[in-house]
T-cell receptor
Framework: KNEVEQSPQNLTAQEGEFITINCSYS?????LHWLQQHPGGGIVSLFM???GKKKHGRLIATINIQEKHSSLHITASHPRDSAVYIC?????????FGAGTILRVKS | EPEVTQTPSHQVTQMGQEVILRCVPI?????FYWYRQILGQKVEFLVS????????KSEIFDDQFSVERPDGSNFTLKIRSTKLEDSAMYFC?????????????FGPGTRLTVL
């Protein structure tokens, strides 16, 4: 069983739609990270969470420690949001990654 | 804005050859990491490095792999005798502060192709 599970694996949305990507984890963690990976391969950190909720622009990340669950929301989605969104958790001195959610936003 | 840099961006090598992948972490960061991503698969942890020694390594990081911080700025990953299955994108990352779970900043990656 994977320690970090993401859903959905693939998501296609129309421009302007509200998007939610979910992440569940089965291990004890120090923090949870949401990352973005563009087609060129580079990885950008979006959020690091250990509790509650964070907002940056149109992106919102929440975490429920008791339920071991986190969500990434994108409001008013735009084609430039198209990317792979990856959930990762900090375990000890390393990140453990989910498989990623491939998001495509159509105009 | 400070960033993690990696060289080369693409390395092609023959099976059995040694390769060294280079990274320059953000200058005041204390923790350094190598990850890899085989095409179409998820990112996997290889090794973390703190205070001039390995703090954690994965099962992938066997005797063929080594890391070094040869000076105050570079952080290298060496693969002694490359195998076909080492073909992947290798990412270096660094994090600051005194906690191992601080936000990690990733380099652009080195695509390694083993023929």
């Amino acid at each position: 069983k994977n320690e970090v599970e993401q859903s959905p694996q693939n998501l296609t949305a129309q421009e302007g739609e509200f998007i939610t990507i979910n992440c569940s984890y089965s291990v004890g963690i120090s923090a949870l990270h949401w990352l973005q990976q563009h087609p060129g391969g580079g990885i950008v950190s979006l959020f690091m969470l250990s509790s509650g909720k964070k907002k940056h622009g149109r992106l919102i990340a929440t975490i429920n420690i008791q339920e071991k669950h986190s969500s990434l929301h994108i409001t008013a989605s735009h084609p430039r949001d198209s990317a792979v969104y990856i959930c990762a958790v900090t375990q000890g001195n390393k990140l453990v990654f989910g498989a990623g959610t491939i998001l495509r936003v159509k105009s | 804005e400070p960033e993690v840099t990696q060289t080369p961006s693409h390395q092609v090598t023959q099976m059995g050859q040694e390769v060294i992948l280079r990274c320059v972490p953000i200058s005041n960061h204390l923790y350094f990491y190598w990850y890899r991503q085989i095409l179409g698969q998820k990112v996997e942890f290889l090794v973390s490095f703190y205070n001039n020694e390995i703090s954690e390594k994965s099962e992938i990081f066997d005797d063929q792999f080594s890391v070094e911080r040869p000076d105050g700025s570079n952080f290298t990953l060496k693969i002694r005798s490359t195998k076909l299955e080492d073909s992947a994108m290798y990412f270096c990352a660094s994090s600051g502060g005194t906690l191992s779970y601080n936000e990690q900043f990733f380099g652009p990656g080195t695509r390694l192709t083993v023929l």
